[in-house]
């Protein structure tokens, strides 16, 4: 039995759990991290040395930590879930997506700080959301004639990215948020997968989202 270490509202625990549900791996989850604490747990720091969620664990002693990289061994060790593509030059640039996640994960941070604040600032949250648009226009022109990052395939580079897309989806509506409709699309498309309602859409920024929420 394959068991994932995390919080189910966590960005990187979510692609994990949404991961497992593409592939149809039997799994089981255990409360970890934030809240729940365990973080500096010595035992778990011998299966992710920083302490942060998520990691996995297997009952023959296998451990594996770092979300991206537990997507990339999943998509290698359960082949018949088709989440590399079928190219090698393909496969390439499908990690390169997956290491450029980083990249819309720093800008949504300061946008969800701002406006969570107890008196937001509009200028602060005009100008992170700015920003944060900036870097999602690069995936959104990426995706202007493609169903899915690397085209036509669902891969792991759409793993890497949907948790991150659809927290900036779930900007309070009051917030001018600039229109990206390729974006739009390809989140839309990702909301029809069950795996992604479940544990996505269910259990990431769940919670109605408003302007001074708090944490």
């Not at 759409?158 to 990206?180: M, Q, S, Y």
Request: a neutral charge; hydrophobic letters at 45%; charged letters at 25%.
């Amino acid at each position: 039995m394959l068991t994932v270490w995390g919080r189910p509202e966590s960005s990187a625990t979510a692609r994990v759990m949404w991961a497992l549900g593409e592939a149809g791996v039997a799994h089981q989850r255990r409360d970890w991290g934030g809240r729940f604490g365990g973080g500096d747990d010595p035992a778990y720091r011998a299966l992710s040395p920083h302490g942060r969620i998520p990691a996995i664990t297997r009952d023959d002693g296998f451990s594996l930590w770092e979300s991206n990289t537990i997507i990339r061994w999943l998509a290698t060790t359960c082949p018949e879930a088709g989440l590399w593509p079928a190219d090698e030059a393909a496969r390439w640039q499908a990690q390169a997506w997956m290491d450029w996640s980083a990249a819309p994960g720093r800008v949504i941070g300061p946008v969800r700080t701002a406006y969570r604040r107890a008196e937001p600032d509009p200028a602060e949250m005009a100008r992170t959301i700015a920003a944060a648009a900036e870097t999602f226009a690069v995936l959104d022109a990426r995706l202007k004639d493609k169903a899915f990052v690397m085209g036509d395939q669902f891969t792991v580079a759409d793993l890497a990215l949907g948790v991150i897309v659809h927290r900036w989806f779930r900007i309070p509506e009051a917030l001018e948020r600039p229109d990206l409709p390729a974006l739009h699309a390809w989140h839309q498309r990702l909301c029809a997968r069950p795996a992604y309602q479940d544990q996505v859409v269910a259990k990431v920024s769940a919670r109605p989202q408003t302007l001074g929420m708090g944490d």
